[in-house]
Every structure is written in structure tokens, then in C-alpha cells.
């Protein structure tokens, strides 16, 4: 029987696209394996957002090789933009960039057919639905590439999203994440947006949550916080990316919005959902970036305190505007501010679960461990990475379990399951 394995880099669209693509697999007849070694075919779908990532896919497709991976297919960003980096690796038999994706899972079957009427469940099928309902950008942010790997804005069709969802529905999938590349811009028919996708979705059935991946400041539209602060479906955390807290990076980085402006926004949502937590991302050692725009950048997150804050270095990256410029900071400058920033943010995400502790949650069950002690490990609604003792004994993964938060255990919080059943 046919077996193919799928390996995944870079962010949450890729993990959608590539969850979709399992599901056409099985759908067709093909075993899903979880060691590439052991596969017929292997399916990478690759991330070229910074040269480390380049960098990692190449060593990634050569492990696989070395593993016992002989036919490897490398997909998504990298081949977009830079294919003739990949295509003499060793084991790699054809090369799909973005712009192919739209058929991939008949390509990928012209490369190996089926040999079984049907393929065996979803096992390692991720237990959070990623959904992806908009892609590509038209931004134009300087240090980035992903206009030209991912191609225009266009968003998914109402149709198409509410297939899917009941997919995962039906397999179990009690979380679903909404993703894009520039999610906040969905739109459909005659003005259908984000607000109103999400809710042709929740009116589908009850028993499942949305969670979204990514919004960009200016896409993020108030009303719709109202509606979501209301209906207990959609998690109470935000991801908005700030990159720089210095007015004039943020201009020279192609950003529509000022400090004020985030740190306002944040407030209001804070405001308008007190449950609401906020999680963000910035870059250190844009080039002329001085320090006191990193001052700048620190008092800005200060102000929002997210609960949990990632840190990039910034790259060069070949075909953007920003690896044109001069001023660059050294190698040890962004070192140390990464560092001093990373440990903020460790502090914040700390005194956030601190805060949390003795409050109630819903868990979305992604591991589990049977035995005389179960443990089940997952993700809270606000997005704490949490573990539970003694879960339900019909807990199966994907389901929701509602937990008090109990403790702090390493990076992770313990809970203790509350009486009501999940699933």
C-alpha cells in the first residue's frame, strides 16, 4: 500500500495547507505515515521568511535523505522564491512552489498512485484545525518576502472554508485556528468579512471553538471584538505583530500604524474584553535602529505587557527593500537586545499564568497519555501550554475539557479537571 508522509515548516498556513493536504491523501486511498524513513513519498512544504529558515529546510531535506527518505516532493515558500536551491538536494524528485499548491494532491498522486481503496484514520491528524481562508499580501513590509512567496491577496471562498470545517468537525476537532497570511483581510461575496466567516461557522453546530492565528493592526476591526467578547466561542487571545515600538522604524519598515496607535488599540480591546490576552512579536537590529528606538520598542511593550513575546533578529533578506540598506546593526548589538527582550517576555508570560492560577479554563486535548495515572497535554483558550492529571476516562484527543488551573509545572500549567464532561 502507497505510504506518504508529510513534513511541515514555517507558520500556520502551512500547517493548514498541509493538514488539508493529509485529508485529500487518506480521502484517496493513501496511508499517512509519520516516519519519512518508512514512506513511498515524503512532502515537505518548506519557509523562506528569513535565511534561517532557508538554511533549516535544506538541512531538513538532507536529514530526511540521509534517514532513508529516497523520493522527496519540496513544496510552498522556499521554491517560490528561490528553486534553484533545491532542486539538486539529494532524494528530491520534484519541486511544487506556491503557485502549484492548488492541485497539489493530484500531482502528488500522479507521482505515486494509490494502491488501497481508502486510507486508514487520520491517526496523526493534528487535533486543532487549521483552516487557511486568506492568502497572500500586498504589503510590501521592507524586510519581507512573503509578497513575492505567497503572490496577491485572495480570499477562500464561504463555500470551500464551511467544507473543511465540517471536516475537522467530524473527525473530532473541537478547536479550529483560523489562518492567513493577512487573515483581518478576508472578504467574500459581496462584502463578507472576517466577522461574518466566523459567524456562518459557529452557526454550523455548538461544541467547538475558533481560535485566530494572526491580525494585523489595521485589519482589526473593533466591532468585531464586541460581538466575539459575547459569544464564549471564539478564544480570548490576539495575535498582533508590533515589529518595532519606534515611530520611524516602523515608517522605514512599511507599517501603517505608530506606537500610540498600537498601544491605544490594545488598551480598547483590553477594554472591551477583559478576558482577552494579547501576544505579539517584534524585530530587534532593523538597520538603524539605535538605542534609543530599542528604548522605544521596550516601553511600548511595558505598556501592552503581552503574555507571551517573540523575538526575531533581524536578517538581510536577498529581493527586500531593507537588505538594501546601510546602518546595520552588529551581530552582538542584536544579540544582547534579543536577549534582554526575551527575558521580558519570560517574565510577562510568567506573571500572566501567576495571575491565572485558581481560574478556570477549557483545554484542547492534543496529547494523551493512558494508563493508571492519564495525562492529557494541550492548549488553553488564552493559549497557555498546559498539562492535566487524571483527565476524564472517555477523553479522547481534540475534545475540550474544562480545568481549574492549579499550578506551575516547568513552562508548562498544571490543571485539575472541573466535573463537567468534554467532548
Known sequence: MSKVSVVTVGCKVNQAESEELKMGLVEAGYNLCIDPAESDLCVVNTCTVTAESDRKCRKLIRGLHRRGARAIVVAGCYVQVKPGELDQLPGVIEMLPNSRKIDWLRQIMNLIPATIEGGKPLESQRTRGFIKVQDGCERHCSYCIVPRARGKERSRPLDEVIHLVRKYLYLGTHELVLCGINLGRYTWNKGLDLGGLISEIISISEGFRIRLSSIELEDLNMSWIEEWSGLGRICPHLHLPLQSGDASILKDMGRGYSPQDFIK?????YSVWPQATLTTEVIVGYPGESEEAFRATVKVLEAVRP??????????????????????????????????????????RKEYIQSRLGGTCHIAVEELKEGEKAIAKGTTEDYIKATMTGPPRETRPGWLLPARLCGIQGDQVRLEPLQETGG
Do not use: C, I, Y
Not at 265 to 269: E, I, M, P
Not at 307 to 330: C, D, I, Q, Y
Open 265 to 269: 488599540a490594545v488598551q480598547t480591546l
Open 307 to 348: 503574555s507571551r513575546l517573540h523575538v526575531f533578529r533581524f536578517s538581510p533578506r536577498p529581493g527586500t527593500a531593507a537588505a538594501e540598506k546601510g546602518n546595520m546593526v552588529s551581530a552582538e548589538v542584536k544579540e544582547e537586545r534579543s536577549a534582554a527582550l526575551r527575558a521580558l517576555g519570560e517574565r510577562w
